[in-house]
T-cell receptor, first 115, second 111 residues
Framework: ETGVTQSPTHLIKTRGQQVTLRCSSQSGHNTVSWYQQALGQGPQFIFQYYREEENGRGNFPPRFSGLQFPNYSSELNVNALELDDSALYLC??????????????FGQGTRLTVV | AQSVTQLDSHVSVSEGTPVLLRCNYSSSYSPSLFWYVQHPNKGLQLLLKYTSAATLVKGINGFEAEFKKSETSFHLTKPSAHMSDAAEYFCVVSLLNKFYFGSGTKLNVKP
């Protein structure tokens, strides 16, 4: 167990709908990153939040947005869902330290299916 | 730019034989490199990490990886495969705590 929890574990949505995924980071961690893992592929970086501000973004459209709260938990929101958004969404928490890359601890993921 | 290439999408070994999973990286800076394992329907688990200390890194469950700057490689090895090692393995390069994953190598272990 990594101490990173994601909810829900599974979700089915219809094309065009909106979805919110949630992540509780490991105690003491100030950074949360979100990744999309399509079937048969490696996880792709969506964006990262550090102390409630976006701190880097991957190659994803603006309909992917997020929030980080004062307790460092986080949400991923996806608007206007498309069939290709079907994937496993992973949340990772870490303790950012200046100049150092620390390991990230991953949650079990949310399996999103868009029909 | 950061990127990772995992040279084999599938590797099959017999139980008790050595494992070699290959990874090459590209990074604009001194990289931090990781190997993660993902068992079916499970989350990602850290196997080991390289962060500019010793070039030979020991991880959990008997896995090791060697950082070779001249070859831009970070191959994962294990002397003797166990059935429980069957899983998907990801090589990862990190910059500013953002992780860039390879496409993964599925390891099959035959009895």
């Amino acid at each position: 167990e990594t101490g990173v929890t994601q909810s829900p574990t599974h979700l089915i949505k219809t094309r065009g709908q909106q979805v919110t995924l949630r992540c509780s980071s490991q105690s003491g961690h100030n950074t949360v990153s979100w990744y999309q893992q399509a079937l048969g592929q490696g996880p792709q970086f969506i964006f990262q939040y550090y102390r409630e501000e976006e701190n880097g973004r991957g190659n994803f459209p603006p309909r992917f947005s997020g929030l980080q709260f004062p307790n460092y938990s986080s949400e991923l929101n996806v608007n206007a869902l498309e069939l290709d958004d079907s994937a496993l969404y992973l949340c990772a928490s870490s303790l950012a330290s200046r100049g150092m890359n620390t390991e990230a601890f991953f949650g079990q993921g949310t399996r999103l299916t868009v029909v | 730019a950061q990127s990772v290439t995992q040279l084999d999408s599938h590797v099959s070994v017999s139980e008790g034989t050595p494992v070699l999973l290959r990874c090459n990286y590209s990074s604009s800076y001194s990289p931090s490199l990781f190997w993660y394992v993902q068992h079916p329907n499970k989350g990602l688990q850290l196997l080991l990490k390289y962060t500019s200390a010793a070039t030979l890194v020991k991880g959990i469950n008997g896995f090791e990886a060697e950082f070779k700057k001249s070859e831009t490689s970070f191959h994962l090895t294990k002397p003797s495969a166990h059935m429980s090692d069957a899983a998907e393995y990801f090589c990862v390069v990190s910059l500013l705590n953002k992780f860039y994953f390879g496409s993964g190598t599925k390891l099959n272990v035959k009895p």
